[in-house]
Each structure stands twice: as structure tokens, then as C-alpha cells.
């Protein structure tokens, strides 16, 4: 019965706003509205028709364009989503489109209208007419402004398939409009009723297509007479342009002759934004070496691109391609410009799943461009997603045999440092860090390690703090490097906060005070100014202990990016920790971020040399230079013995040694022995007479002192050992167990001897003779 009947509208799987889009509904029998997908809430466009008694041609014509829609598929033809017919209105359901008035008003307004934009529309257009007049046989006779919609990604869709008939004449001729506005964009021959000059079958359509060009670049057309005058239309179409709109039919080109001739060099439609359009279409179908040249030229024109076509039409492909293809690194840099245009929803949706899925790719072009470019997508990740997907892929680029990887992990530290739980930060990353400031062979990587370290000094916990920093400075301010020693001393000034005061005293001014003899002139006015700015700090809590609360906030210098020149600033002024920027390798002293500072100036010939000593001589030269690096390590008191005059090394040693110890600066926290006595004829500092006129006459005590840097040649065995941060054994220890095993195999080779002595006097042994001892 009629009272079970079900209301079909209101099953209908969509929902219709009602109210019509900013900018009405174009002229026709439908109205446009918005709406959105019931089950999952995707936005949609619901095209309206309601059925008015007394108008039943228009009702019929609507049907015809239901039907039309449904049957059509063409990638620049309006798409048919779902539909509804009843006896009351027609429902027809497509992707979310905005109509191209409204859309080109808008975009009028902000400024954001571009040729390039305009080409790729009109060859959409264009594209979509020469389907229907060659391929199907169809005459659209309404193409206008009113019959063009925009999607989201700025693709121009055809519609308006109302008033559409066979070319052929099956079905009777051309239906009538009875709307002026779209009678207006008839050709001449129809409207002045003489028949004369009939044409071809698309020389209507071809003249209507003049019409939408005329009215894109000028607005809406008033009357025919004004397609006379060019008004803004660009120079590179005026000429295809008049071929539309001549007044014989017969000369009007066909829409396939017409986009070819706009494809020609220098054309209207020929440009880059039209050739990436149509690379993205036959991307599928494209060789390997296409598709990675392409993606390695889109970066440089995205720029120049719309929004929502990068949004929309590339970043799906370039997910696409990374899924399925074999695009590789090079969809990397066009992937995160793109994700620009995103929302943080968008980006977590969209480009995350994504990037932890390339960490764990083995390409290594790809994992270096994502540790490159970190600071791109660093924000939108969350802890655990980095802790538990992310750090475990990145700390494997610390044993790359790859210098340029192991550097550029080091760097992504830096981003990374912040998200790191407890034991990735405190024991995992340092002990990767213990390994390269002290084993690699690359001395710009254990530079920037130790920069990095002063960094994230304040992300640590008080113990690995307490354990780690003046350790790891003091390795660093030991270094063959020179860079490396001064980074030492500015990771020293950048985590000054993070010492009491009787570290400062006890620790950090011990070490910083063996720099102010090193060779390079650079690390020792480094070294002078630290040296300044602790003393000042120690100075001020011991006149006014009151302020040793304020003064662990209180910065001793400002160290500037880098090539480092920091400069002293008081107590009060804030502290920047140095930046990590150095390169990878130098391959001259010109690379070297200390170049500012005089280095490579008249010596690059002698720093280029070095690099080619063979490691046997710096491993000669390092065990000969051992014992004088023992002397130092034992106490805080140093023997010095006369010499000859003070002179610095020369510096290629510094780039030539890359060998490294396995382990920190023995630990701080040992008790110093007792001083070693000193040698005859030596004084004590406070018997030395500093001012005096006897200063001139005597030897100079300090004359004997040349400062010598090596690298151990030996590594600690476990790595991955907390130990490595620890208290080690000193040089003096390993001396000592060195001395005990030479006497013990000279013992051992003594009671050889004596038992051969002893068989030798005995003489041989006679059979049957029993052995007497």
C-alpha cells in the first residue's frame, strides 16, 4: 500500500545541502549544489533538476544530459558519480567541481591567475571537443563559460551536455535552448537564419570555443560584435584564435588541428606546465629513465605551479610512483616541497607514512636525502614514531663506510635529539658518539660529533652529563685536528651552565690551559678566551658566593656560527651553543670552515701534500710521541726539563694523523697522586721570577715545552660499553703495566737460559743410566 512506499530521496546515500555555492548556479535547467557522501562524509557536487509542471522540453532535455553523463567517460568530461530519477527532480551526483565564473572571479581577486593555468584548461577543453566531434560523432552546442567546471586540483571539466545531438542527424536536429544568455554564443549562420555556408560539423562548436576563449581573458561577453576586439587575449593565441572565430565556417580548423598548432614551439599551450600535465597522464607507460629525469626536473617548476595542482594532481603521483614505481631518492626533494601546501592533518595522513617507510629503505642516495632534508618533516613527527621507527634506521648511518652518511647522521642528531626517550638518547646515541670522536678517520666528522655534542648537552640527563661532556671535550681539545680541537673548546663554553664550579676548577681549566701552546694560533685564542670567561665566572662566585645560584645561567662567550670566531662577552649576555655545519671531508684547506681564520692562506700546497702520508708514518709517529703524552696525563703537575727554544710543529701533522684512541680522556673523577719531584736546576712557579731582571739571563723553563698531538693507534675493544665515557686507564697506569710485562718476559727468558746452562753441564744421558737430580 501507498503507506509503505519509501521516500527514494531520503534513502539517497548522499546528503544535498541546500543552499546553492558562493557565486549561484550557471545558467541552465540545473542548480549546483554542494554535498558530501552519508557513509563517509566525501565531498561531492549534486547537479538538481526539479520537474515544473508546463515545462516538459526542458524536462526532456534534462533527461537526455542525465543520460548522457552517465555513458560519457572521458578524463575532461565531467565525472558521473551516482545519480537519482524521480518523478518529482533528478539528482546527478559528481566529483566536487566549482563553476569556471566563479572559479576565475576568485582567482581574479587574489592575484593567482597564471597563463600557465589558462593553457592547461584550454587544452582540457579543447581535448575534450575533438572527443566528442572525431571520436564519438557528438555536437556538444553549448560550450561556453557556463558549461565548464573546475575540480579541486584546477582541472577544467566539460559539462553542459544538455542541449547535445548526433552529428550524424540521428534523433532529429540540434534541441532549443530558450535560455538568452546561452543563445548568445551561436555562430552567425545560425542566427541571421540564411544557411549560408553550413561547414563543417564542428563549426559551431569550434566558434562557441572562440567565445570562452574571449571571455576566460576578458570576462563575459556582452554581444557577438565584441569578439572583434582582442582585449587581453596573449599574442601566441591572437592567430588561432581568429581562425575560431572567422566569419566562414569552412575555415574553421578542427579541435585536434587547432591544439596542435597551440602545441607548436613558442605556442600559447606550449610550456612547462602543460608538458609535466601530460607526462603525469602516461606516467604508467613511461620507461624508468623517463620517469627519474622527470621527477628530477619537477622540483625546479613546482614553484611556478598552482597550489591545489601540486596538492591534488602531483603529490598523488609522487605517492604513487614511491609505492609502486622505482622512482627512488629523486621523488624526495618534489615529495616535501609539495607537502608545504599541506595542513599538519594532512601531512601526518599523507607524507609520514611515507617517510618512515624510506628509512628503512638500504639505497643509500635515498637515505641520504632524507637525513639531508630532515628539517623539512622533523616537526611533524611524534615521539614515538622516532623512537621506535626512525632512530633504529638512522643510527645505522653511523657505521656507513659512507663519510657523507656518518656526517649527515651526525647532523640529523640535532633534529632528533629533542624526540629521544631515555636510553636512545643517554645510551644508545652516546655510545655511537664515543665510537666516532675517538675511531673515525675522518677529522671534520669527529669536529662535528663534538659540536653536536655541545648541542644537545642540555637534552641529557645529570649523570650522563656529569659522565660524558668534560670527557669528551677534553678527547676532543687532543685531537690531531685542529677544528677538532677547537670545537672542544667551544663545546666546553657552550655547556659552561652544566659544571659546578669545582669542575671548572678541577676539570675544564686543567685542559683548557695544555691549549694555550697549541701550534695552531686559532685553538689558542680560543683557548685564551675560555680560559678568560672561566676564570671571570670563578673570580665573581669567590668575591660574592651568593651569586653561585645565578651564575649556572650565566654565559661565559657567545660562539658564532660556524666558521667559529667567538668573541667575549660579560656574565650576563645569553650563550648559543655552535652550530654543525661542517662538510663531510675537506679536500683543501680552502673547504675548511677555518678558512676565515687564515687557514689554507700560502699553505694549502703543504695541507693538500699531507693528506698522502702514508698511515705506516703516522703510526711511527704516534708511537714515538706516546711516552711524552703519558708524562702529562698522570697529575695535575707537569715536570718540565731545560731544552732547546719553543717551537710549534709544523701544521701539516695536524691534517696527516687519523688515527684515533678508543676511548675519552681518562675519567676526571680520579683522585690526582702526589706530584712527581722535579728535576735538578728546576723551580717551582713560585720561585720563577716573572718580572724580574733575572728573567733575561736565565733559561727559560718553558723553552723545552713543544706540544706534541697524537692519536692513539689503539680502540677500545667494546664500543658499545658505557665504559668508553668512563674513567679509563691513564697513560701513566698503562705505562707501569707495560714495564711489568717487559720484566716478566725478560724473567721468563732468564730461567730459560739458566735451564739450559744446567742440561748443558750435564751432558747427555746414557741409557739405562736413572736420572739424579
Avoid at 548522457?68 to 572521458?74: A, E, V
Avoid at 592533518?345 to 641520504?368: G, L, W
Avoid at 707537569?638 to 691534517?655: H, K, N
Wanted: some cysteine; glycine content about 8%; charged content about 25%.
Amino acid at each position: 500500500m501507498w503507506f509503505f512506499a519509501r521516500d527514494p530521496i531520503r534513502d539517497f546515500p548522499y546528503e544535498v545541502s541546500p543552499e546553492p555555492p558562493d557565486g549561484g548556479s550557471p545558467p541552465g535547467p540545473w542548480t549546483l549544489h554542494r554535498g558530501k557522501k552519508k557513509a563517509t562524509g566525501d565531498p561531492v557536487s549534486v547537479f538538481v533538476y526539479d520537474v515544473k509542471p508546463g515545462a516538459e522540453e526542458q524536462t526532456l532535455v534534462a533527461k537526455a544530459a542525465f543520460k548522457r553523463l552517465k555513458t560519457l567517460r572521458h578524463p575532461n568530461i565531467l565525472a558521473y558519480i551516482d545519480g537519482l530519477e524521480t518523478d518529482k527532480c533528478l539528482h546527478v551526483v559528481t566529483e566536487p567541481v566549482t563553476p569556471l565564473g566563479t572559479y576565475l572571479k576568485a582567482k581574479g581577486d587574489k592575484g593567482e591567475l597564471s597563463q600557465l593555468e589558462v593553457s592547461w584548461g584550454l587544452h582540457q577543453i579543447v581535448k575534450a571537443l575533438s572527443f566528442l566531434v572525431n571520436d564519438c560523432g557528438l555536437i556538444h552546442n553549448n560550450v561556453c563559460v557556463a558549461a565548464v567546471f573546475v575540480d579541486r586540483a584546477g582541472e577544467w571539466k566539460l559539462g553542459g551536455l544538455d542541449y547535445m545531438y548526433s552529428a550524424q542527424g540521428d534523433g532529429g536536429g540540434p534541441p532549443r535552448k530558450g535560455i538568452p544568455e546561452l543563445e548568445r554564443y551561436d555562430p552567425p549562420e545560425k542566427t541571421d537564419g540564411s544557411g549560408k555556408g553550413v561547414g563543417e560539423k564542428w563549426s559551431a562548436d569550434v566558434w562557441r570555443l572562440g567565445c570562452l576563449i574571449w571571455e576566460v581573458f576578458n570576462g563575459p561577453l556582452p554581444r557577438a560584435t565584441s569578439l572583434r576586439s582582442l582585449g587581453k587575449i596573449p599574442k601566441s593565441l591572437v592567430p588561432h584564435y581568429c581562425e575560431l572565430v572567422g566569419a566562414n565556417p569552412k575555415m574553421r580548423p578542427n579541435p585536434a588541428r587547432f591544439l596542435q598548432n597551440c602545441r607548436s614551439p613558442n605556442g600559447f599551450m606550449c610550456n612547462s606546465f602543460v608538458e609535466t600535465n601530460l607526462f603525469l597522464e602516461e606516467i604508467q607507460i613511461k620507461e624508468p629513465a623517463e620517469r627519474q629525469k622527470f621527477f628530477q626536473e619537477l622540483s625546479e617548476n613546482l614553484d611556478s605551479f598552482p597550489e591545489d595542482f601540486c596538492r591534488h594532481k602531483v603529490l598523488p603521483q609522487l605517492l604513487t610512483a614511491f609505492e609502486f614505481g622505482s622512482a627512488g631518492a629523486v621523488i624526495l626533494t618534489p615529495l616535501f616541497k609539495v607537502g608545504k601546501f599541506l595542513s599538519a592533518e594532512e601531512y601526518q595522513q599523507k607524507i609520514i607514512p611515507v617517510v618512515v617507510k624510506m628509512f628503512s629503505s638500504t639505497d643509500r642516495a635515498m637515505r641520504i636525502r632524507l637525513l639531508q632534508q630532515m628539517e623539512q618533516f622533523i616537526q611533524y613527527l611524534n615521539e614515538p614514531t622516532v623512537n621506535s621507527q626512525i632512530f633504529p634506521h638512522v643510527v645505522h648511518g653511523f657505521l656507513d663506510t659512507n663519510p657523507a652518511i656518518r656526517e649527515q647522521t651526525v647532523k640529523s642528531m640535532l633534529l632528533l635529539a629533542p624526540k629521544l626517550n631515555e636510553n636512545n638518547l643517554n645510551v644508545e646515541l652516546m655510545k655511537h658518539f664515543a665510537r666516532l670522536q675517538a675511531k673515525d678517520d675522518q677529522g671534520p666528522i669527529r669536529c662535528n660529533t663534538t659540536v653536536c655534542l655541545g648541542k644537545i648537552g642540555p637534552y641529557l640527563n645529570a649523570s650522563t652529563r656529569h659522565r660524558v661532556l668534560t670527557s669528551a671535550f677534553s678527547r676532543a681539545t687532543k685531537d690531531p685536528f685542529a677544528p677538532s680541537r677547537a670545537a672542544g673548546v667551544l663545546g666546553f663554553a657552550a655547556t659552561h651552565n652544566l659544571y659546578s664550579m669545582s669542575d671548572c676548577a678541577l676539570k675544564v681549566l686543567p685542559v683548557l690551559c695544555a691549549l694555550t701552546v697549541d701550534p695552531e694560533k686559532t685553538v689558542r685564542d680560543q683557548a685564551f678566551k675560555a680560559i678568560r670567561s672561566f676564570m671571570a665566572k670563578l673570580e665573581t662566585v669567590s668575591e660574592d658566593p651568593a651569586q653561585l645560584a645565578e651564575m649556572g645561567q650565566c654565559p661565559l662567550f657567545l660562539p658564532h656560527a660556524l666558521p667559529w670566531e667567538p668573541a667575549y662577552a660579560p656574565p650576563t649576555s645569553p650563550v648559543s651553543p655552535p652550530p654543525l655545519l661542517l662538510p663531510a671531508t675537506f679536500l683543501s684547506p680552502q673547504d675548511s670552515p677555518f678558512r676565515d681564520w687564515g687557514w689554507g692562506r700560502g699553505r694549502a700546497k703543504g695541507c693538500r701534500s699531507s693528506t698522502r702520508l702514508s698511515f705506516q708514518q703516522e703510526a711511527d709517529t704516534s708511537r714515538s710521541q706516546r711516552d711524552d703524552w703519558s708524562a702529562g696525563k698522570g697529575s695535575t703537575t707537569q715536570a718540565v726539563s731545560p731544552g732547546p727554544p719553543f717551537r710549534l710543529p709544523p701544521t701539516p701533522s695536524s691534517w696527516s694523523g687519523w688515527e684515533a684512541q678508543g676511548s675519552w680522556d681518562p675519567g676526571w673523577q680520579e683522585e690526582p697522586g702526589p706530584p712527581a719531584p722535579l728535576p735538578e736546576g728546576t723551580k717551582l712557579a713560585s720561585e720563577y721570577n716573572w718580572g724580574g731582571a733575572e728573567s733575561s739571563e736565565r733559561p727559560d723553563p718553558f723553552s723545552a715545552l713543544s706540544p706534541r698531538l697524537a692519536v692513539g693507534t689503539q680502540a677500545a675493544g667494546d664500543w658499545g660499553s658505557e665504559e668508553n665515557w668512563e674513567a679509563l686507564e691513564s697513560d701513566n697506569k698503562q705505562a707501569k703495566a707495560e714495564l711489568a710485562r717487559k720484566k716478566r718476559e725478560e724473567r721468563r727468558k732468564e730461567m730459560e737460559a739458566k735451564r739450559a746452562e744446567r742440561k748443558a753441564a750435564k751432558g747427555p744421558m746414557k741409557l739405562g743410566a736413572r736420572k739424579l737430580d
